[in-house]
């Protein structure tokens, strides 16, 4: 079955604890992103990877970083987690080009106390 | 930088009642895209537009997608309460630019 799995899907943390939210894609796509959803704000784009070892930054980038090592797996990881980081997170991944749909992940809701 | 605009941010109709949200770009796109997030679920393609004024349908939704290629819309006729949930659309510049997304619009249909 096509899918975008996301690791954890929950996670409740202290601020400064460093985190990794995994994400990987079995649809050999080549585009993959995280995003950020929060109420009123819609879906905000953290990073964006076009390839391996292809990262750029999205409209929301401070605090977070990615690694794109393979094509499936494209982790999320904040460094030293702030309260403001609290948030549902999903991410996404497509074919390469305009004319492909966004797969999402299920989401990971964090929380930052 | 680019900016989608989504309105209206909420809507509650009764069942039956139509139901539209639109989208305004600050640039052309070069297509747009929408997508349905139903309540604590994640966001799922419903489809793609490309040409200027292309109109396309999926049972009760129809899809718009303006002249200059910078505004859209998504109307249900006949709202049912599947239809509960938040609609976004969002569009991209050109062909590997990244999605912008619009807010959304959050629709709820009271039975």
């Known amino acids: 079955e096509a899918q975008v799995t996301q690791n954890p899907r929950y996670l409740i943390t202290v601020t400064g604890k460093k985190l990794t939210v995994t994400c990987s894609q079995n649809?050999?796509?080549?585009?993959m992103s995280w995003y950020r959803q929060d109420p009123g704000l819609g879906l905000r784009q953290i990073y964006y990877?076009?390839?391996?070892?292809?990262?750029d930054k999205g409209d929301v980038p401070e605090g977070y970083k990615v690694s794109r090592k393979e094509k499936r797996n494209f982790p999320l990881i904040l460094e030293s987690p702030s309260p403001n980081q609290t948030s549902l997170y999903f991410c996404?991944?497509?074919?390469?080009?305009?004319?492909?749909?966004?797969?999402f992940g299920p989401g990971t809701r964090l929380t930052v106390t | 930088g680019q900016q989608v605009m989504q309105i209206p941010q909420y809507q509650h109709v009764q069942e039956g009642e139509d139901f539209t949200t639109y989208c305004n770009s600050s640039t052309t796109l070069s297509n747009i895209q929408w997508y349905k997030q139903r309540p604590g679920g994640h966001p799922v393609f419903l489809i793609q537009?490309?040409?200027?004024?292309e109109v396309k349908k999926q049972k009760r939704l129809t899809f718009q997608f303006g002249e200059a290629k910078k505004n859209s819309s998504l109307h249900i006729t006949a709202t049912q309460t599947t239809d509960v949930g938040t609609y976004f659309c969002?569009?991209?510049?050109?062909?590997?630019?990244?999605?912008?997304f619009g807010k959304g619009t959050r629709l709820s249909v009271i039975a």
């Open positions: 990877s076009m390839n391996v070892e292809v990262t």
């Open positions: 996404a991944s497509s074919g390469q080009g305009s004319s492909y749909e966004q797969y």
């Open positions: 537009l490309v040409k200027s004024g």
């Open positions: 649809m050999n796509h080549e585009y």
């Open positions: 969002a569009g991209r510049n050109s062909g590997n630019t990244p999605l912008v």
